[in-house]
Structures are given as C-alpha cells and as structure tokens.
C-alpha cells in the first residue's frame, strides 16, 4: 500500500480520535486517552473493511496556525501533506477559511475538504474568499465514516496523480526540446514556445491534454525529418551530377558525357525534381501546422486576468478545439456551422475554459461514436454559440442541479463538480447566459447568449 500523509486541523480532540480510527492511520499525535467521539465503533469497522488502497499517516493541528507551521515544516521535509481536512470554526485563533489561504500559500497542491454545518458560510462567501480551486471540496457535518474513507482514498489519488503528471509534463517537454534542435527555423520557435507548456500544470484540463497535444505536434514533426533524410539522398546524387558537368564544361568528351545521361537515367533525376518540390511543400505545411498548435496553445493556456477585449468568438472555439483535438477526434466528429458574428467585449481566456468544460463533457457522455455540433450566430444585439452532442444525456432530475457548485454524476475523484458551476459564472460576468436542453439517449445542447456589447 502507498503511504500518504493527511493533516486534521480541528478544535475538538475527539474528532481527531474519529478520524484515526476511521481510516486505520498511525498518528504522530498521542490520542489514545481521547474520548471515542461521533462514530459508532460498528460503521468504523465497516470502513476499514472497505480500506486498503492507502497507509495513512495522521497528524494532528488543534488551530489554524499550528496547521500552517506544519505545512511548511512537511513541504521542506519533502514529506508533503496529500489532504487536509479542516474545520470551519476554531476560536480563538483563525477559522477554516483564513487556515486554508496560508496552507495554500505553503502547498498550493494539497487537497482540501472543509468540515462544516454549512449554515456558517454560503457557497458564495466560500468561493468569494478562496477564490474557487478545483482543490477544494466541502463535507457537511455530520458526516459518516465511508464519506471520510471516500474523499481521503480519492483525494489522495488525485493529488498522487497531479505530482506524477508533472513530473511526465516536464519529461515530455525536455524530450520535445531534444528532438527540435535540428529543425527548420519555424521549429526553433515551437522550441522557445515550449515554455508556455509549463503554465498547462496550472491548469487541471490542460494537464490531461498534455500528452494529446504532444502528439499531434510530433506527428508534422514526423514527416518534417522524414524528408529532410529524402533531401539529403537527393543533394548528394546532385552534387555527384554537378561534379561531371563541371568537368565535362571544361574538356568535353563523349564518354563523360554519355556517363552523365546515365547517372541522370539511373537516378531518375527528373522525378526527384519533382518530388523536392513536393517533399519542400509538405514540410512546409507541417512546419505551419505546428506554429497553429503552439500559436493556439500559447494562446488557450495563458494567464487568466479580468481584462476585457474585443474578441471573436469564432476564434475562440477554433482555438479550443486545436487544443482539445486529440481528446475528440477518435470518437467524435466535430460539425461546425460558423457565421459571421460581431466581435464582443470578453475574456478570450475565460471564454476558452468555457467552450473546454463544455467540449470534455459532450466527448465523456458519448461511448463510442458520435456528432458534437457547434454553431454560431448572431441576432438583435446579441451572439449565440450553440453546442450540440448525441452522446448519452441528462436526466431532468439532474439538470436542475447542473449549474451547482460541486455536482457531478462522474466516478468519485474524477473532477471536482465545478467545470460547469464556474462557466455558468464566465457567462455572468460577461453579462451572458447559459441554458442547457437533454434528453436521454438522445443528446445534450447548450446555449450560450452574449451581449455584443
């Protein structure tokens, strides 16, 4: 079993007590004289049945400030918290949402579950202070054992799953710098721009996409080195050609010359003249193709601000679907309908991250093949974007709680439920609108209505 450390931060000793029973752990912290606290012993049993991904090692902070002492103490160590589950009330020191700013000063990865009875705080207040993260989940008390198990098993996953990934991000980019060295000088620029990849570990969808975009760079790469070996041949034939002419130009003589046609003969100099051309155009276009990538990812995965500008939407969705394009392609086929719309006052990086949460979910709700539709149009001072798919829909039930805060009808500790939450509040700010049409078995369509100015 892998070994994962988890910090409690809460007032009350016994909860503390709780939660080393309920998960199995070892604890740095001498509880054993406490009361059994909230649990009956039989549902603590039961969990443990249930648990054996993680060895868990507890410690205990009793305020916010011990908490955040031993974040920095384990983040130096090399001996990183995983999950933190903090209380939302702790006199007299700080509460749960101030504790968690300065944990995430320290740690910004550490995965948080506030423990509240969410009568304290509303969802808004929540978000308004923290900023939305998609490290960030609530559990109202009371809560049950199984509920604990859950989120530390698959938090823990999640935040096991971020580390390595960035180690294989970083791996995958120095491997890319290494194959670019040699390239045209369109390449030297997708190798200086490479760098922009580093911004995607701050960005949970484009983290999972990194190796997709990966792909479809190195396939135009592919076919770029392909002819430059071809060209080589071809340059090495010419200059033996070109030898014999300059020696036949100053003694002429018939076997020279006769020498001379054969080669060309042999060699079938003129196909190769046409294939250069050819092999030259193609590396051409690769070489365009792979600025468009990078030209669109550098694009997509820049910092987010509050800016305001004008944009095309157009140009937005085609620049998320370059990014998202190995994630759709194997299973979707992608229809756009594009008319020509006014541009309007936004966010291009906001608006992208919309266009991503709403993509990713249609490619997830199609099993196997499928149409994702996408249109755009323009009518009485306003611009729709339509996105359409066939995949497996939405229940009515569901679609009421669609636009919450942290719903989501995917597998425990795939996502966080706040993709959709956070677009609907994009589209807010934008002074917009979002509405959403399912149907089971049939398809999911969602509509987008901006205000052109």
């Not at 968690?100 to 995965?111: G, N, S």
């Not at 679907?321 to 309007?344: A, G, M, Q, W």
Request: proline content about 2%; charged content about 25%.
């Amino acid at each position: 079993m892998n070994k994962v450390n988890i910090l409690i931060v809460d007032d009350t000793k016994s909860i503390h007590q709780d939660f080393l029973s309920i998960l199995g752990a070892t604890s740095n912290t001498k509880l054993k004289d406490l009361a059994m606290g909230l649990f009956d012993d039989d549902e603590i049993l039961e969990v443990k049945k249930n648990q054996n991904t993680y060895e868990y090692e507890i410690d205990s902070a009793y305020q916010g400030e011990e908490a955040y002492e031993m974040v920095k103490s384990a983040h130096s160590a090399n001996k990183r918290y995983s999950v933190a589950f903090v209380d939302m009330r702790m006199p007299p020191g700080w509460d749960g949402i101030k504790t968690i700013q300065h944990l995430w000063k320290v740690d910004k990865d550490i995965q948080v579950v506030i423990c509240s009875a969410y009568s304290d705080y509303s969802w808004n207040e929540i978000i308004g202070e923290l900023e939305v993260s998609d490290n960030l989940l609530i559990l109202k008390k009371p809560f049950e054992p199984i509920e604990i198990s859950q989120m530390a098993s698959s938090l823990s996953k999640k935040w096991e799953l971020t580390r390595d990934l960035t180690k294989q991000l970083d791996y995958t980019e120095n491997q890319l710098k290494v194959k670019m060295v040699d390239l045209y000088e369109a390449n030297k620029q997708l190798k200086s721009n490479q760098k922009q990849l580093v911004q995607s570990e701050k960005m949970a969808s484009i983290g999972l996409l990194a190796a997709g975009v990966a792909h479809e760079i190195n396939n135009p790469v592919g076919f770029i080195s392909s002819n430059l070996g071809s060209l080589k041949e071809y340059i090495n034939i010419f200059e033996e050609l070109l030898v014999k002419y300059n020696s036949y130009c100053k003694v002429p003589n018939d076997g020279l010359l006769k020498e001379i046609n054969d080669l060309r003969k042999e060699e079938d100099v003129d196909f190769i003249l046409d294939d250069v051309k050819s092999l030259l155009k193609e590396s051409q276009e690769g070489t365009e193709r792979v600025k468009k990538i990078v030209k669109n990812l550098k694009s997509f995965a820049r910092p987010d601000d509050d800016s305001m500008e004008l944009i095309d939407l157009n140009d937005c969705i085609e620049v998320t679907l370059t990014v998202l394009r190995n994630e759709l392609k194997y299973k979707c086929n992608i229809n756009k309908d594009f008319n020509s719309i006014p541009h309007i006052n936004g966010n291009a990086g906001k608006l992208n991250q919309v266009f991503t949460n709403i993509l990713i979910n249609a490619g997830q709700a199609i099993e196997e093949h499928g149409d994702i539709n996408i249109k755009t149009y323009s009518s009485n001072k306003q611009v729709f974007v339509e996105i359409s798919d066939t995949g497996s829909g939405i229940s009515e039930e569901n679609l009421k709680k669609l636009f919450d805060p942290f719903f989501t009808t995917k597998k425990v500790g795939v996502g966080t439920g706040l993709g959709l939450s956070i677009s609907h509040g994009i589209i807010e700010k934008h002074k917009g609108k979002i509405e959403v049409k399912s149907e089971i078995n049939v398809g999911t369509s969602f509509i987008i209505t901006l205000p052109i100015k």
